[in-house]
């Protein structure tokens, strides 16, 4: 029986027609080319699967190319940050390139320009070259500069490589067109004078050349084939492939092919924004577990296989458009579901009293793990007298089809006994402080006992009083409100901040299994949720993210479809 091949994405079809039209030894060699100025999101672990999937899948080379052309909002500790992230997604890089290595050569390739022709000083400012290339309908204004003589040029330039001029008196210009219908071929400005110490260059330069100039020019250097870019860069390609035609030898020349970025729902992208919340302290920082930033997420207790997964469920596309989180959430707990122990935590505890278990006793139950895995075995528990148990998990006076504990009524401890309620203890205000209960002595779990076979309802998780270990559990929800928190026009995005996507306990108990519980391990608290161990925590005090509920929103909406 024939196997049926995997349909191609467009991309991959542009490669594949790529390495057969250059024949046997051609390899392939993408980019991943982020700007050291914030945290990685989402959005670019799409384009980090992709670039670095693609060099993988053919067998190619894959280059981590910091674009640090701008000091003033570029942070070694962004440099770091993104290499950590890619390392915890499972790639790595072939090449660790930074576009400020290249800072001389792209120099003297400018002055080359300067040369030829195709490039001039301009003294304008910055409002008045944005007002003369007015709109794609009218062609736009030449500057007065333009025409300067090649030696004024290379004598401007090189006096603002010297810093003879203040910030911002002066750019180089590429001149192309100032009639096209495409804004960015109108002599867009290739360098700009910043003071500004740079993390790998220091005060080496005061001028800096801009994206449009730099990313072909360095895709060039580092021999790219395929320059993959999200779709807004579609309308720079030409003024890419510009570029390179001024400073090619040779037929060799990288392509520059467009993908749709990714878009969540409940989710901002931009890193302007991003930021925005870490300075206004809506956040606690780029790694808050409320933030789409790869560090986030993983400090939320997210998994790189189910972000690795969830980027090749969405695919490559050539059009927007907005994929709903609760996809990224299936995904998160599918894996989540594979892998995590199963542990006993609750929440909001309620003693209850075994009043027929003899006192000053204990004994062992056993739990699977995981009974998604057989390898991860059991361990024991305590089972006491005395217990605690979720408080919604009791009424005195419950309705019909209620199956947790009530008074008169049965439940199964998990892996225990099964007990009944026979009274409650209150407090002066009337709130429960113990349930006292009975217990059926020949119902243990794997008892093997026909009373162990009886079949009730309800089964409840629990903690012994005996070894309750305290811990914090952080609940984190959705940081916005609303599903496109960045598309109203009359509302600024902070205007759907949700108030309660943190809410902080110090009630809960846990098993002492969970003692020796380490920064970023994860667990299936029972019936309540996927936590993961935050960094805060000690060995004296637990702290544990919710990363999310066990409800799958979105495998429930695809079995109603």
Same mark, same amino acid.
């Given at each position: %029986?024939?196997?049926? !091949?995997?349909?191609?994405?467009?991309?991959?079809?542009?490669?594949?027609?790529?390495?057969?039209?250059?024949?046997?030894?051609?390899?392939?060699?993408?980019?991943?080319?982020?700007?050291?100025?914030?945290?990685?999101?989402?959005?670019?672990?799409?384009?980090?699967?992709?670039?670095?999937?693609?060099?993988?899948?053919?067998?190619?080379?894959?280059?981590?190319?910091?674009?640090?052309?701008?000091?003033?909002?570029?942070?070694?500790?962004?440099?770091?940050?993104?290499?950590?992230?890619? @390392?915890?997604?499972?790639?790595?890089?072939?090449?660790?390139?930074?576009?400020?290595?290249?800072?001389?050569?792209?120099?003297?390739?400018?002055?080359? %320009?300067?040369?030829?022709?195709?490039?001039?000083?301009? *003294?304008?400012?910055?409002?008045?070259?944005?007002?003369? !290339? @007015?709109? =794609?309908?009218?062609?736009?204004?030449?500057?007065?500069?333009?025409?300067?003589?090649?030696?004024?040029?290379?004598?401007?330039?090189?006096?603002?490589?010297?810093?003879?001029?203040?910030?911002?008196?002066?750019?180089?210009?590429?001149?192309?067109?100032?009639?096209?219908?495409?804004?960015?071929?109108?002599?867009?400005?290739?360098?700009?004078?910043?003071?500004?110490? /740079?993390?790998? #260059?220091?005060?080496?330069?005061?001028?800096?050349?801009?994206?449009?100039?730099?990313?072909?020019?360095?895709?060039?250097?580092?021999?790219?084939?395929?320059?993959?870019?999200?779709?807004?860069?579609?309308?720079?390609?030409?003024?890419?492939?510009?570029?390179? $035609?001024?400073?090619?030898?040779?037929?060799?020349?990288?392509?520059?092919?467009?993908?749709?970025?990714?878009?969540?729902?409940?989710?901002?992208?931009?890193?302007?924004?991003?930021?925005?919340?870490?300075?206004?302290?809506?956040?606690?920082?780029?790694?808050? =577990?409320?933030?789409? #930033?790869?560090?986030?997420?993983?400090?939320?207790?997210?998994?790189?296989?189910?972000?690795?997964?969830?980027?090749? #469920?969405?695919?490559?596309?050539?059009?927007?458009?907005? &994929?709903?989180?609760? +996809?990224?959430?299936?995904?998160?707990?599918?894996?989540?579901?594979?892998?995590?122990?199963?542990?006993?935590?609750?929440?909001?505890?309620?003693?209850?009293?075994?009043?027929?278990?003899? $006192?000053?006793?204990?004994?062992?139950?056993?739990?699977?793990?995981?009974?998604?895995?057989?390898?991860?075995?059991?361990?024991?528990?305590?089972?006491?007298? $005395?217990?605690?148990?979720?408080?919604?998990?009791?009424?005195?006076?419950?309705?019909?089809?209620?199956?947790?504990?009530? +008074?008169?009524?049965?439940?199964?401890?998990?892996?225990?006994?099964?007990?009944?309620?026979?009274?409650?203890?209150? *407090?002066?205000?009337?709130?429960?402080?113990?349930?006292?209960?009975?217990?059926?002595?020949?119902?243990?779990?794997?008892?093997? #006992?026909?009373?162990?076979?009886?079949?009730?309802?309800?089964?409840?998780?629990?903690?012994?009083?005996?070894?309750?270990?305290?811990?914090? &559990?952080?609940?984190? *929800?959705?940081?916005?409100?609303?599903?496109?928190? *960045?598309? /109203?026009?009359?509302?600024?995005?902070?205007?759907?901040?949700?108030?309660?996507?943190?809410?902080?306990? /110090?009630?809960?108990?846990?098993?002492?299994?969970?003692?020796?519980?380490?920064? $970023?391990?994860?667990?299936?608290?029972?019936?309540?949720?996927?936590?993961?161990?935050? @960094?805060?925590?000690?060995?004296?005090?637990?702290?544990?993210?919710?990363?999310?509920? +066990?409800?799958?929103?979105?495998?429930?909406?695809?079995? !109603?479809?």
């Amino acid at each position: %029986m024939a196997v049926e !091949k995997k349909s191609l994405n467009f991309i991959e079809a542009i490669i594949e027609e790529y390495l057969e039209e250059k024949g046997e030894g051609a390899k392939i060699h993408t980019r991943f080319p982020p700007e050291p100025n914030g945290y990685l999101h989402i959005g670019h672990a799409k384009s980090i699967c992709l670039n670095f999937g693609l060099a993988e899948q053919y067998n190619g080379l894959c280059n981590l190319r910091f674009d640090d052309t701008n000091p003033a909002k570029e942070e070694q500790e962004y440099v770091d940050s993104i290499k950590e992230d890619i @390392k915890w997604l499972g790639f790595m890089w072939d090449n660790e390139c930074f576009t400020s290595d290249y800072f001389q050569q792209l120099y003297d390739w400018a002055v080359q %320009m300067i040369k030829d022709g195709t490039a001039y000083v301009d *003294d304008q400012s910055p409002a008045e070259i944005a007002e003369q !290339k @007015k709109t =794609p309908t009218e062609p736009g204004i030449k500057s007065p500069y333009r025409d300067r003589s090649v030696e004024e040029n290379l004598d401007l330039f090189e006096r603002m490589k010297n810093g003879e001029f203040p910030d911002g008196s002066k750019v180089l210009r590429a001149k192309i067109d100032m009639s096209s219908p495409n804004m960015h071929m109108r002599d867009p400005i290739m360098y700009r004078i910043l003071r500004k110490a /740079h993390h790998r #260059t220091a005060d080496n330069w005061c001028i800096y050349p801009m994206y449009d100039y730099a990313h072909g020019e360095s895709d060039y250097i580092e021999g790219i084939t395929h320059s993959i870019c999200t779709l807004e860069f579609e309308v720079h390609r030409p003024l890419y492939n510009w570029f390179l $035609e001024q400073i090619k030898d040779g037929e060799y020349a990288p392509v520059q092919r467009e993908f749709a970025r990714l878009n969540l729902s409940y989710t901002i992208m931009s890193k302007r924004k991003l930021l925005q919340l870490v300075n206004e302290r809506h956040v606690a920082g780029w790694d808050d =577990p409320r933030m789409p #930033t790869i560090s986030g997420m993983r400090r939320r207790g997210y998994t790189p296989a189910a972000i690795r997964k969830f980027a090749d #469920t969405i695919g490559v596309a050539k059009r927007e458009n907005v &994929i709903d989180v609760a +996809l990224l959430e299936h995904h998160v707990r599918e894996d989540l579901n594979k892998i995590t122990p199963r542990m006993m935590v609750v929440t909001d505890p309620v003693k209850i009293i075994l009043t027929n278990y003899p $006192e000053g006793i204990t004994e062992k139950v056993y739990a699977d793990n995981n009974p998604e895995d057989e390898s991860a075995g059991k361990r024991e528990m305590t089972f006491s007298r $005395e217990l605690y148990i979720e408080r919604s998990d009791f009424m005195e006076d419950a309705p019909k089809k209620y199956f947790r504990l009530s +008074l008169g009524n049965e439940v199964r401890l998990k892996h225990g006994y099964i007990i009944k309620a026979e009274s409650v203890v209150k *407090d002066e205000n009337g709130d429960i402080t113990e349930i006292h209960c009975s217990y059926d002595a020949d119902s243990k779990s794997g008892s093997g #006992t026909e009373a162990s076979k009886r079949r009730v309802k309800g089964t409840l998780h629990w903690v012994s009083a005996e070894v309750a270990l305290p811990v914090e &559990i952080r609940y984190y *929800d959705r940081l916005f409100t609303d599903e496109a928190p *960045d598309g /109203h026009k009359d509302k600024d995005f902070l205007d759907f901040i949700n108030e309660h996507s943190l809410e902080v306990s /110090h009630k809960a108990l846990a098993e002492p299994a969970l003692k020796d519980a380490k920064p $970023e391990d994860k667990f299936q608290f029972q019936r309540i949720g996927y936590f993961c161990v935050d @960094k805060d925590s000690t060995p004296e005090h637990l702290v544990f993210n919710r990363t999310l509920t +066990l409800r799958d929103t979105w495998a429930k909406m695809q079995k !109603k479809k």
